[in-house]
């Protein structure tokens, strides 16, 4: 029984210790920076390259396509699946979304009857 019971915290410790393990981008040196060409200039705002990396890219305007691998929205645009989509995770993916005014969602309000209730305990 002793042999079963090690490999169980053999396989939890190495378990433990994968799960530590961080994946992280190599550094923007200015070597690496210095083989990227320049942006162009019609770029109304300027963002780094997605991923992991640091060439400058034109950030996306409203209306353009974006996704999860190409250059970010411009500021105060955020990516969004469009709304007829039935995958919208693959959309985003894919680089299908499109670039749209942020909209934060609203915190929810409370009435003062549910602050009641809440607090009393019903």
Not at 8 to 37: D, H, K, M, N, Y
Not at 73 to 96: F, I, K
Request: glycine fraction near 10%; charged fraction near 20%.
């Amino acid at each position: 029984m002793a042999p079963y019971w090690s490999s169980g915290l053999l396989i939890l410790s190495l378990g433990a210790s994968l799960a530590e393990v961080v994946f992280r981008c190599p550094a923007c040196t200015a070597e690496r920076q210095a083989l990227c060409p320049p942006p162009t200039d019609t770029c109304a705002e300027v963002v780094r390259e997605p991923g992991c990396g640091c060439c400058p890219a034109c950030a996306r305007r409203e209306g353009d396509s974006c996704g999860v691998y190409t250059p970010r929205c411009a500021g105060g645009l955020r990516c969004y699946p469009r709304p007829d989509s039935e995958l919208p995770l693959e959309q985003l993916v894919q680089g299908q979304g499109l670039c749209g005014h942020r909209v934060d969602p609203e915190p929810p309000t409370w009435s003062l009857d549910a602050r009641e209730h809440a607090s009393s305990g019903q």
